[in-house]
């Protein structure tokens, strides 16, 4: 503990949700390659305020509502600029060195899935299924009712399953890939 700040919490709180986070960015469209600099500017904020925040019943729900926020920032200014940066095409294309290739796959799909969602659907969704939290973390996070929070889960749910299905039906039906036996 310095200047009265539990660093090793701080640095636990990182460990534990630092790589949900990311995820939780890229499922909501953001950028693979600005994801990274986003979590680090929420956990920089939260690292500020951290010995206020540890105290929160639920300070894993602050972290996201800062995200959440820097993103919705991130994003209207990227639309007000008329589109992405000019380094972005490369990037995207380009593995991150962190992730297998799997789970960089994975992602993509899973990123590809979420877009298909209304934005609201898809910021309940990502805290409920990505961020794991609770009913009452992401109505409190994004200012919902728990009625609609848990309406907007299922539709979401509901639409993850047809992507799901949608997918698997279309890679049956590649030429020259055997069904399923």
């Not at 990311?22 to 994801?35: E, F, N, T, V, W």
């Not at 060195?97 to 910021?123: E, K, M």
Request: aromatic share 8%; proline share 4%; net charge neutral.
């Amino acid at each position: 503990m310095l200047d009265g700040v539990d660093y090793e919490g701080l640095a636990a709180f990182f460990v534990a949700h630092h790589r949900g986070l990311r995820c939780y960015l890229i499922a909501q469209g953001c950028p693979d390659s600005d994801s990274d600099d986003i979590v680090q500017e929420a956990f920089l904020i939260v690292r500020q305020r951290w010995s206020t925040i540890v105290y929160y019943d639920r300070p894993k729900a602050y972290l996201y509502k800062v995200a959440i926020r820097l993103w919705y920032r991130y994003a209207a200014k990227l639309h007000r600029s008329g589109g992405r940066n000019d380094h972005e095409g490369v990037l995207q294309l380009m593995a991150d060195p962190v992730d297998h290739y799997a789970h960089a796959d994975l992602l993509r799909t899973l990123a590809a899935w979420f877009r298909r969602l209304p934005p609201q659907q898809r910021a309940v969704a990502g805290l409920r299924l990505i961020a794991d939290l609770s009913v009452i973390e992401t109505a409190e996070v994004l200012g919902l009712s728990l009625g609609t929070v848990k309406s907007q889960l299922s539709d979401a749910r509901r639409t993850l399953t047809q992507c799901r299905d949608n997918d698997q039906q279309a890679d049956d039906s590649q030429p020259g890939k055997e069904p399923p036996r």
